[in-house]
């Protein structure tokens, strides 16, 4: 969808089927995939995050899933995965078939998001969501710690962890470490993405965040 320079898509909602399913389901969702390019990953847009440009050389897709899941106690909202198939040759060519009738080939990452918490959070809450899982498709280093590239040039790529993970407990008995430090200075600096730029990339109202 072409934009003007400066602007971005509507952000787009889950169907409304899906969400009065009482059975978990999975729907595909290429204009989320289309609005997350032209929104995080187009120079033009707003919400352009160069930290991204090595998704570019991704063929990645989104997938909404009626509900979202408990795992270790929380509740999970989103998930980006590297597809791949560990499994016999009918398992394989059984999973392998689901993603060709969904999205045409298989893709190499796929992000999968809470439909029903996508349809009611908001812009902010989304948008953030949607970067975090982006986040998780990272290029790999090479031995002396430099951006990795495939021998046609491409970036080497895989799944990311997280830049920080502590326990709230520890950080307050005994202080940040230098990865949650990092964290630190960046909330000291402030969001570098106004609520202003978010309601206008998104389309949608900000009044619950006013």
Same mark, same amino acid.
Do not use: M, N, R
């Given at each position: 969808m072409?934009?003007?320079?400066?602007?971005v898509p509507r952000r787009p909602a889950p169907p409304l089927a899906m969400l009065?399913?009482?059975r978990l389901s999975f729907v595909p969702a290429p204009d989320v995939r289309d609005w997350i390019n032209e929104t995080f990953l187009a120079e033009h847009s707003r919400l352009f995050n160069e930290? *991204?440009?090595? +998704?570019?050389? %991704? *063929?990645?897709? +989104?997938?909404? %899933?009626?509900?979202?899941?408990t795992r270790q106690g929380r509740t999970v909202?989103?998930?980006?995965?590297?597809?791949?198939?560990r499994a016999s040759a009918w398992q394989k060519g059984r999973q392998e078939q689901q993603m060709r009738d969904w999205f045409g080939a298989v893709p190499d990452f796929l992000?999968?998001?809470?439909?029903?918490?996508?349809?009611?959070?908001?812009?902010?809450e989304f948008c953030a969501l949607v970067e975090h899982e982006l986040y998780h498709i990272g290029q790999e280093r090479d031995a002396f710690g430099a951006p990795a590239f495939t021998r046609s040039g491409s970036p080497k790529l895989a799944i990311r962890g997280h830049d920080v993970e502590e326990f709230v407990g520890v950080v307050r008995r005994y202080g940040p470490s230098k990865d949650v430090?990092?964290?630190?200075?960046?909330?000291k600096r402030g969001p570098e993405v106004a609520k202003l730029d978010i309601a206008r990339a998104c389309g949608t109202c900000l009044l619950k965040l006013a």
């Open positions: 072409a934009t003007k320079k400066g602007t009065e399913s009482p930290e *991204h440009a090595h +998704v570019e050389a %991704a *063929h990645f897709e +989104v997938l909404w %899933a009626s509900a979202g899941f909202l989103g998930q980006c995965e590297q597809v791949t198939f992000i999968t998001l809470d439909a029903a918490y996508s349809a009611q959070c908001s812009d902010l430090q990092y964290l630190v200075d960046a909330v």
